[in-house]
């Protein structure tokens, strides 16, 4: 990640400060502020940093425990200003020095507390504007330093998953294996590939397991004759890549095979469907289809896919709700599954990049049916 690049940024966000003729946004969301800066402590949920940008210039407040990382990004030439408040508690309020506290400032009304907010506004007196997903809005289309992040994230996360299939065609007893176990192994795999570590909690689910679509992994040992289903993604400069394929221990049945076969149709059908001017909603509604004409659109329990970026869940949303308009630059995750109470689940899930034409899948791994035996 370059200076320039996060100059860009910035020029944009100023550009939506003109639009909404304002002075100022605050931007307390710790992926928003890494995005524009490169600044991000080491807990995703305190608060550990604050990011002014007015029309000229940006600073970044941070407590004194963060002065020599800051001061390590050479923020200044990316045109951020370094602020250290030796009091934490006043990170938020240290910004109305920097502004004219007769102008409303925006804020980031998804991130930012009811207390916050009103702390803000009683000892500033300055008025605080909500708004909702300015910065995120940016975050929908990539550049080309993001995509490089993510190809090496899924690149990793590939290799792993690959390793893992691996381990399980050679190991002596397979029972002698639990879920968790997996999520060890990939775990080191990761740190050996040198990845940032796992960009989400990952789900390796065992036979009735898989069929809870966010099942939380644990001690089942493994069992032939059962899925495995195996959701994870591995992080690279901060990017997360999203990779979900549900393998079997032994010879699968006729009846998971037709499903198997029904999910990896609705998974490719809606990758070749993927491209600049359609619509998510649509695009969600052909997997529903799919499944639909087999009576099995009851057993689809989520939407299609979302985007993926810095967080492994971001706009757009592939679903039935919020409708977006796909665009060159976006990365979003085809994932249809299909879940059967105390029996299995099958999920099939990939990667692609939005390109003028079409779109280009990151994820390469191969969807056929892998069966350990």
Same mark, same amino acid.
């Given at each position: 990640?370059?200076?320039?690049?996060?100059?860009?940024?910035?020029?944009?966000? @100023?550009?939506?400060?003109? *639009?909404?003729?304002?002075?100022?946004?605050?931007?307390?969301?710790?992926?928003?502020?890494?995005?524009?800066?490169?600044?991000?402590?080491?807990?995703?949920?305190? @608060?550990?940093?604050?990011?002014?940008?007015?029309?000229?210039?940006?600073?970044?407040?941070?407590?004194?425990?963060?002065?020599?990382?800051?001061?390590?990004?050479?923020?200044?030439?990316?045109?951020?200003?370094?602020?250290? /408040?030796?009091?934490?508690?006043?990170?938020?309020?240290?910004?109305? *020095?920097? $502004?004219?506290?007769?102008? =409303?400032?925006?804020? *980031?009304?998804?991130?930012?507390?009811?207390? !916050?907010?009103?702390?803000? &506004? *009683?000892?500033?007196?300055?008025?605080? %504007?909500?708004?909702?997903?300015?910065? &995120?809005?940016?975050?929908?289309?990539?550049?080309?330093?993001?995509?490089?992040? %993510?190809?090496?994230? $899924?690149?990793?996360?590939?290799?792993?998953?690959?390793?893992?299939? &691996?381990?399980? @065609?050679?190991?002596?007893?397979?029972?002698?294996?639990?879920?968790? /176990?997996?999520?060890?192994?990939?775990?080191?795999?990761?740190?050996?590939?040198?990845?940032?570590?796992?960009?989400?909690? =990952?789900?390796? +689910?065992?036979?009735?397991?898989?069929?809870?679509?966010?099942?939380?992994?644990?001690?089942?040992?493994?069992?032939?004759?059962?899925?495995?289903?195996?959701?994870?993604?591995?992080?690279?400069?901060?990017?997360? +890549?999203?990779?979900?394929?549900?393998?079997?221990?032994?010879?699968?049945?006729?009846?998971?095979?037709?499903?198997?076969?029904? $999910?990896?149709? +609705?998974?490719?059908?809606?990758?070749?469907?993927?491209? =600049?001017?359609?619509?998510?909603?649509? %695009?969600?509604?052909?997997?529903?289809?799919?499944?639909?004409?087999?009576?099995?659109?009851?057993?689809?329990?989520?939407?299609?896919?979302?985007?993926?970026?810095?967080?492994?869940?971001?706009?757009?949303?592939?679903?039935?709700?919020?409708?977006?308009?796909? !665009?060159?630059?976006?990365?979003?995750?085809?994932?249809?599954?299909?879940?059967?109470?105390?029996?299995?689940? $099958?999920?099939?899930?990939?990667?692609?990049?939005?390109?003028?034409?079409?779109?280009?899948?990151?994820? @390469?791994?191969?969807?056929?049916?892998?069966?350990?035996?």
């Amino acid at each position: 990640m370059t200076d320039t690049m996060y100059q860009n940024r910035i020029k944009k966000l @100023r550009e939506i400060l003109d *639009e909404k003729n304002t002075q100022a946004i605050l931007v307390t969301n710790a992926t928003n502020i890494f995005y524009l800066t490169g600044f991000i402590g080491i807990s995703p949920t305190d @608060r550990e940093s604050a990011l002014l940008v007015t029309n000229e210039i940006a600073y970044l407040f941070v407590p004194k425990m963060y002065e020599q990382k800051a001061r390590n990004l050479a923020l200044e030439t990316s045109g951020v200003k370094r602020i250290v /408040d030796h009091e934490r508690h006043s990170l938020l309020t240290h910004f109305c *020095e920097f $502004v004219d506290n007769a102008k =409303p400032v925006l804020c *980031e009304a998804l991130d930012l507390t009811i207390s !916050e907010y009103k702390n803000i &506004e *009683e000892k500033t007196k300055i008025t605080l %504007l909500p708004e909702s997903g300015a910065i &995120e809005r940016l975050r929908l289309t990539k550049d080309a330093d993001e995509i490089e992040a %993510l190809a090496q994230a $899924v690149t990793i996360t590939e290799r792993i998953f690959e390793d893992v299939v &691996e381990v399980l @065609r050679r190991v002596d007893d397979i029972s002698e294996l639990s879920e968790l /176990d997996i999520v060890d192994s990939m775990r080191a795999l990761g740190r050996h590939y040198g990845a940032d570590g796992f960009g989400f909690d =990952p789900i390796v +689910a065992l036979g009735a397991n898989a069929a809870e679509p966010h099942y939380v992994s644990g001690n089942a040992q493994l069992k032939t004759k059962n899925c495995l289903l195996l959701d994870f993604g591995f992080a690279y400069n901060g990017y997360s +890549a999203d990779l979900t394929r549900t393998i079997f221990l032994g010879r699968a049945d006729d009846e998971f095979k037709r499903v198997y076969e029904l $999910v990896q149709r +609705a998974n490719e059908q809606c990758i070749a469907a993927a491209m =600049p001017g359609v619509s998510t909603k649509d %695009l969600h509604r052909l997997s529903v289809d799919i499944f639909s004409k087999e009576g099995l659109s009851k057993h689809y329990l989520h939407s299609l896919g979302h985007g993926l970026g810095l967080n492994v869940h971001e706009t757009p949303s592939v679903g039935p709700g919020q409708d977006s308009i796909l !665009e060159s630059g976006m990365v979003i995750t085809i994932e249809p599954g299909l879940y059967f109470a105390k029996k299995f689940g $099958v999920r099939i899930e990939d990667d692609i990049l939005i390109t003028d034409t079409g779109n280009t899948p990151l994820t @390469r791994s191969n969807r056929n049916l892998v069966e350990i035996v």
